[in-house]
C-alpha cells in the first residue's frame, strides 16, 4: 500500500505556495487602489479564457501485488475554456470545462514476476474556482469533477513483455467520476486593455479514487504547466 505522505506533503506544499502569493496580493492593493475608478468606468468585468497544459502525474492509494508496489510518474494533457466575472475589481470566479487525458503507471510482482500497469484515463473535467488577478501575477482555488470519457485502455507489461493491452467498455466501471482540489498560481502578461497572456502551474489533489479495479484504489495527483489567453469585456445588464 503506498503512504498517504505524499498527498499531504503536496496540499501542504500547494497552500505555503497560495498564501505567500496572496500576502503579495495584500501587499500589492494600495498600487491597485489608486485605477479602480479608471478599472470599474471601464465596464470590462466577463472574463473568458482559452487554457491548455502538459503535466506529470503520480499514482497513489491501494496498489495490489504480491510485494514491491512502486508508484511511477507519467504524463498529463488538457485543453478547455473558463468563463466567469470579476466580482469586485480583481476578485473572479469562474466556471470551467476541460478535456483532461492522464496516463499513470505502476510496478509490482505479479507470480514473481515483475508487472508494469499502464493506464491511459480521458476525463471531461468541469471545475469552479476563485481567482485573485493582479497586474503581474494570479493566485488561486477550486474544486474539480473529474468524469470519466471515451475509452479507458490498460496495458500490462511482464519483466518487459507486453502480456495484455486493452480497449474496452467496461474499463469505463473501473474508472470513477471524481471531485478534488485545485491549486493555481502564475504570471500575467497584459497585450493591452482586455486581452492578457498566462503562464502558471496547476496541481490537481483528488478525494476520491479515479480508478478502482480489483483489489486497486489508485488516486492520481497530476501537476502541470499551464498556458491560457484571457479576455474581459462587458457583461450586458450587469455592469
Not at 191 to 208: D, H, W
Request: include cysteine.
Amino acid at each position: 500500500m503506498i503512504s498517504l505522505r505524499i498527498q499531504k506533503l503536496s496540499i501542504l506544499t500547494a497552500f505555503i505556495l497560495l498564501v505567500v502569493l496572496q500576502a503579495a496580493a495584500q501587499a500589492q492593493n494600495a498600487a491597485d487602489n489608486k485605477d479602480k475608478t479608471s478599472k470599474s468606468a471601464s465596464g470590462d468585468r466577463g472574463y473568458f479564457e482559452i487554457c491548455a497544459s502538459r503535466g506529470l502525474t503520480y499514482p497513489f492509494g491501494d496498489i495490489s501485488g504480491d510485494g514491491g508496489q512502486k508508484a511511477h510518474i507519467a504524463d498529463s494533457k488538457s485543453a478547455g475554456i473558463n468563463t466567469g466575472y470579476e466580482i469586485i475589481n480583481s476578485h473572479i470566479i469562474y466556471m470551467g470545462i476541460a478535456m483532461l487525458t492522464q496516463t499513470f503507471e505502476v510496478e509490482r510482482k505479479y507470480m514473481n514476476k515483475l508487472m508494469l500497469t499502464s493506464v491511459e484515463a480521458e476525463f471531461i473535467n468541469l471545475d469552479l474556482a476563485y481567482r485573485y488577478q493582479g497586474e503581474w501575477y494570479y493566485a488561486g482555488a477550486g474544486l474539480f469533477m473529474g468524469i470519466p470519457g471515451s475509452t479507458w485502455s490498460r496495458k500490462n507489461a511482464l519483466n518487459g513483455i507486453v502480456t495484455e493491452n486493452l480497449l474496452y467498455g467496461d474499463m469505463k466501471s473501473a474508472c470513477k467520476i471524481t471531485t478534488g482540489l485545485e491549486l493555481f498560481a502564475g504570471l500575467t502578461f497584459a497585450v493591452n486593455n482586455t486581452i492578457s497572456l498566462n503562464n502558471g502551474m496547476i496541481i490537481m489533489i483528488p478525494f476520491i479514487p479515479d480508478y478502482k479495479h480489483g483489489q486497486d484504489s489508485i488516486y492520481v495527483m497530476d501537476i502541470s504547466i499551464c498556458a491560457s489567453v484571457a479576455y474581459k469585456f462587458n457583461v450586458p445588464f450587469i455592469n
